[in-house]
């Protein structure tokens, strides 16, 4: 008859460390375990004795998880919480810097653009959104991605990484040609984008949460496990190809350098063109994520830094998808951080070209608008011109979507013009399309 046995285990915060112990314990003969992460605790199933803790203890401790058949206070992670949110204020406070700075603004891409612009739009991408979100997702899923036998091998634990950025590249391309083929036929609203992005920063919220070591039901999930359980298997021939197919999944985890490159590939009507767009542009972004992989697993061997880099990355994720849902509020119209901590603005007032018409002029940056408040007259025509000073791709267009439907796409060192009546008094958002810069035009 099976026995059941519950031990304590500290050091496991993610799918990859279950699977992990799992598959540990099964092949070692000691029985069918079932572990849990969020409770930190591993289930075996057993017939005779039970599983002796120093067994365990020895079998994983390479890896930095210690057994014990009474809860763990692991009084080391506080200052590794501590250690990792400090790197995180460091790095996000680069990343806002460097936004502010216009560095967004050397690469512009559309769909007429170079490859070469393309890659160094990626290039830009890999050190800001796109990090946070793919990286966040290396970050997850790597841990799972580790064989036994490679544990101790450098080149080995970094295979899967290289994996992951060949299923990218396949997978950017080949979309790449499908937009392409799909051309300027498919009308995607100002609305989804943003929706998509807040559903997958609300996923990295769970993501880094569960990194730190926070259990949060509400936002509890179990994907990484459930997935590579399902899909996967337990057989090795299937598993082993885990890290490209998670890489080729990438395609459809939008930030605004994804997604304005997108466009780009569904703008350029031609298959060969679009591929190519998507290609370079997934090329560019390799740099920063293969670097987060070469981090990863140089501190696997090094259980305390790779728990402070664990804690640093799982800060990182809810910093960054708090300043992706607060841009996509922008992008809807609604309230947003920016309106509590924003100053009042002066407004500059729209000139009267005779009782029928009224123009406003404004200059867009890749790190904001001047000017950025305006005062308008309800019921007359506004003419509104927008001179393109240097954006970057997500910022090369604006939209008022409570004004009017459309977005205004900017063209570098041109001027681009939209023509709409203000209905209703009141104050109007607008912003860039990803809401990363924003401005008022007001109604009186």
């Keep these: 008859m099976e026995k059941e046995n519950k ?42 004795k039970a599983p002796d803790i120093k067994t365990l203890n020895k079998m994983f401790s390479e890896e930095g998880y210690v ?17 990792g949110a400090a790197l995180a204020v460091v790095i996000a406070g680069i990343f806002f810097i460097l936004g502010r700075s216009g560095f967004a603004g050397v690469a ?41 036998g490679d544990s101790v091998n450098f080149i080995g634990r970094m295979r899967p990484h290289v994996e992951f950025n060949m299923g990218r590249l396949f997978s950017y391309g080949f979309f790449g040609v499908l937009l392409g083929l799909i051309g300027e036929k498919m009308n995607i609203s100002v609305s989804a984008p943003a929706i998509i992005v807040i559903i997958a920063s609300l996923i990295m919220v769970a993501v880094g949460l569960k990194m730190l070591g926070i259990r949060m039901p509400i936002l509890s999930f179990s994907a990484g496990k459930s997935f590579s359980k399902k899909v996967f298997g337990k057989a090795e021939k299937l598993k082993k190809y885990a890290p490209a197919v998670s890489g080729f999944l990438t395609f459809f985890l939008p930030c605004g350098f994804t997604i304005a490159s997108q466009g780009a590939a569904l703008a350029s009507g031609s298959p060969l063109r679009g591929g190519l767009i998507m290609f370079f542009f997934a090329l560019g972004t390799v740099p920063s994520l293969f670097a987060i992989g070469i981090s990863k697993a140089g501190l696997s061997g090094d259980r305390k830094k790779a728990a402070i880099f664990s804690a640093t990355a799982g800060f ?26 924003k100053g009042r603005a002066s407004a500059e007032e ?37 001179k393109d000073m240097g954006t970057s791709g997500c910022t090369n267009a604006v939209i008022a979507r409570d004004l009017f439907k459309e977005r205004i796409p900017l063209y570098k060192g ?25 401005g008022i035009i007001e109604v009186k």
């Excluded at 009084?75 to 250690?83: F, I, T």
């Excluded at 406003?360 to 003419?383: H, L, N, Q």
């Design 414 to 438: 041109k001027t681009s013009v939209v023509e709409f009546t203000p209905k209703k008094p009141g104050k109007y958002k607008f912003s860039c399309w990803m809401g990363m810069i924003r």
């Design 316 to 341: 990182l994720l809810l910093i960054f998808s708090v300043y992706n849902v607060n841009n996509q509020l922008n992008v809807l119209g609604v309230g947003s951080l920016n309106d509590v901590f």
């Design 350 to 386: 729209a000139e009267s070209i005779g009782s029928e018409s009224q123009v406003i002029r404004m200059e867009a940056y890749s790190y904001g608008y001047k000017p950025d408040y305006f005062t308008v007259k309800a019921g007359v025509p506004v003419r509104w011109e927008i």
């Design 7 to 48: 031990y304590f285990v500290s050091g496991m915060r993610c799918d990859g460390c279950e699977l992990m112990i799992e598959d540990g314990i099964s092949k070692a003969g000691l029985g069918k375990a079932k572990a849990s992460s969020e409770r930190g605790e591993v289930v075996i199933e057993h017939k005779g």
């Design 67 to 83: 057994f014990s058949d009474k809860p763990i206070i692991d009084k080391k992670r506080g200052a590794e919480l501590m250690k």
């Design 108 to 148: 512009s891409v559309n769909s007429g653009s170079s490859f070469v612009s393309f890659l160094l739009f990626g290039l830009i991408a890999g050190v800001s959104t796109c990090a946070a979100l793919v990286g966040g997702l290396v970050l997850s899923l790597s841990d799972g991605w580790d064989k036994k």
